[in-house]
């Protein structure tokens, strides 16, 4: 089985721009860019490199509106999506307000299958995650 690839997060409550670079802030949150695309791009760019002839799963956690301040991790994750032998699993916002553009390009695409997680059914979608996965894999 390969191994996942895990996304880290850019959020910094404290962090503040730098000069001559405006802030990106979801509410009360400053992202920190630069150091989110530090940890995260190498990370998604190595995942579509080093594909052999098994299939790779890579898990992002998330794709929102806070990793959405970063032009290069849109193009990250628009390659990963469309690399074939990389399974991705990613989280996505529940559409509320307004629309995401990359969150509903993904939610729109035919290879993509989306579960609504729910109070009631989180503790039951394992099973089904993992027979998507397995089947994307054949």
């Known amino acids: 089985m390969s191994s996942p690839c895990l ?12 000069p001559g670079k405006p802030e990106c802030r979801v509410g009360q949150y400053v992202v920190n860019l630069d150091s989110f695309e530090q940890l995260a791009l190498p990370v998604l760019r190595n995942a579509g490199s080093s594909c052999g002839p098994k299939h790779r799963v890579c898990i992002i956690d998330e794709i929102g509106k806070m990793e959405l301040f970063s032009q290069p991790f849109i193009q990250a994750v628009r390659q990963m999506l469309s690399t074939p032998g990389i399974i991705v699993v990613g989280t996505i916002p529940v559409p509320k307000g307004k629309p995401l553009a990359l969150v509903e390009e993904i939610r729109k695409r035919r290879d993509v299958k989306v579960f609504n997680v729910t109070r009631d059914n989180r503790n039951s ?14």
């Open 7 to 18: 996304v880290p997060r850019g959020l910094c409550p404290e962090s503040q721009p730098l």
């Open 125 to 138: 979608l394992l099973p089904d995650i993992v027979a998507v996965v397995q089947s994307s894999r054949t």
